[in-house]
């Protein structure tokens, strides 16, 4: 199902999905109708995740009404992980780079700051962060992820050095 609403150009853990190709990418990014449900999708899967999308322009997002049951959900199962990591590629390959920091950003700030979803951190650490497109946007998350990972002598998502001198 979700490999059908969220394609990619690799291999999934799902055999059967085909991977996108380049033209195809191109053509439904050509397409409002494509593009229209590509988002009703996505917003159909942050409500499942207790997520809500406040501007389709900017990707923007806050917690649901429903969070604290769905955020239950997110921790109990770690299966959704992949499911989001699945999700924020597709938003790269489909133009929405800026969708992704946002929602990255969201699960940054969930689990080490409002420390909401334990079990989502180190997916969000390994896996969600490095999805994000723009070389820039990604220093900026793992910067953000490091001021507020504790013990910040444990990070290990960024050199040090480079993290105390980033701007």
Known sequence: FLFRLFPLREHGMNWRAKPLTCQEIQA????????????????LMLG???I???SKETGELKR????RERFENLNRFSHNNLRITRILKCLGEM?????QVHLVKFFLTETLVEETLPNVKRSALDYF???VRSKEKRRELVHYAWQHFKPQSSFVWGPRDKLLKYR
């Open 64 to 67: 649901a009404e429903n969070w």
């Open 48 to 50: 499942f995740y207790g």
């Open 129 to 131: 962060l490095f999805t």
């Open 28 to 43: 439904f990014m050509k397409s409002k109708e494509v593009m229209d449900r590509f988002i009703r999708a996505y917003e």
């Open 52 to 54: 809500s999308l406040v």
């Open 95 to 99: 133009g929405y780079e800026d969708f």
